[in-house]
DNA sequence: ATGATATTAACCGAAGCGGTCAAAGGAGGT
DNA sequence: ACCTCCTTTGACCGCTTCGGTTAATATCAT
């Protein structure tokens, strides 16, 4: 693990990337060291070097991944907009940049959590106190709402665009293992562009007319 | 597998329900019998007693999922209402009722769509042309969509809503694993209210005055 | 009791897993 | 050219676990 950092990045990448997606997917038991070695197209016994166990590789990018996300959602612009759909705009987009970077991050991290198996069992807790730390879900409990109509549940359109959004992940997971990079790329940039659509969409239908 | 049909119902049941919901999450290779066992809650051997290799029982679980998501969808009842917002409604409803009885059904086709395993290959064919005889996409292309207002985009709601159905199922997958079957109705009760209250919310927003 | 059907624990050979190791590249200094 | 050090790899090993078999047992209608 030490001697990892002082590869090509590009090759660093490749690993990540596929330790991520494969554990991501099949959860730790059922991922083996030949399959991530396959995706990163380099032996076995590569990766056996620079990490002394499977269980050594997944809890490196355990790490890597909550620093990651850490990073993304820190950010203090999101914070500063009150306007309602800038900041889910802001938000959104944020999300989106680092899930394009990488794809597979919040499912691996998600698959982690819910792991049954008795090795990553103790960094749970670790876990938990690092998401704490991340107020990303409470940011929106103080945005400005007075401008919608009285036909209109601030949560319930908060609650209908996250839905959206995991949606459009949940599409793109199921189709993505025969993908390239490119395409996943593409794909990013036209849920973005469906995105900002509903939402000038609803900010015209939903805003009073004096909001406009 | 003739063996199989004179069993009790409920233990039928189990298995298929077991089966399906193993081979969804995990796919063909890294599903193994003696965990389908286990979810059913009887014997590995009794497995092979009625199913006499794993193929077969993959095969017809196949079997069973296209003939019920078939029934289920061909249903006349959705093709006759024209409203935009009953439409969507109706053919919800009837789809929710479908997966409430078997949850794993969708992701088991799904996942079937995208095995690589040379063994099930010469059966996606036959899939195909099943799945083309239903004309469930179809639907909404013959929809009264005079009734929305000049600024609301009727394919975008369409998309949206969609969207937002997958959404949730995502969210459910991801935390189904240790969810009771009784757990899994509830939530999905809870969609079907969520969902009418965003079309209640959407059509008075999105139809003109006159239509309300 | 008897025969047919349904279920299981114990078992088997083969495959595939995590992990090791000796040998071989490859980049740089001399 | 040579040596050195770091990196990579194919071949290999012991062990687990898989799909599948078998023989013994449970269930039940007649």
């Known amino acids: 693990m030490q001697t990892f950092h002082n590869l090509d990045e590009s ?68 914070y500063s907009e009150k306007d309602f759909f800038e900041c889910v705009k802001i938000a959104t987009e944020h999300k989106m940049q680092a899930l394009r970077k990488r794809p597979s991050l919040m499912k691996f991290l998600t698959k982690f959590y819910f792991e049954t198996v008795p090795e990553v069992e103790p960094y749970k807790l670790e876990y938990l106190a690092k998401s704490d730390q991340m107020r990303s879900r409470l940011v929106f409990e103080e945005l400005d709402v007075s401008k919608f109509k009285e036909t209109v549940d601030p949560k319930l359109v908060m609650d209908m665009l996250h839905k959206w959004t995991e949606g459009y992940m949940a599409i793109l997971d199921k189709n993505a293992d025969d993908k390239t990079d490119q395409e996943i790329s593409e794909f990013y940039d036209q849920m973005i562009v469906d995105f900002l659509n509903i939402l000038a969409m609803l900010r015209i239908n939903f805003y009073k007319p004096e909001y406009l």
């Open 11 to 78: 090759k660093q990448e490749q690993i990540i990337n596929a330790g991520m997606r494969v554990f991501a997917i099949h959860g730790y038991k059922k991922s083996y060291m030949s399959e991530i070695a396959h995706l990163a197209e380099v032996s076995k016994s590569t990766l056996f070097y620079h990490f002394k166990t499977k269980l050594d590789l997944y809890l490196f990018l355990l790490d890597t991944a909550m620093n990651e996300i850490m990073d993304s959602v820190n950010d203090e612009s999101v």
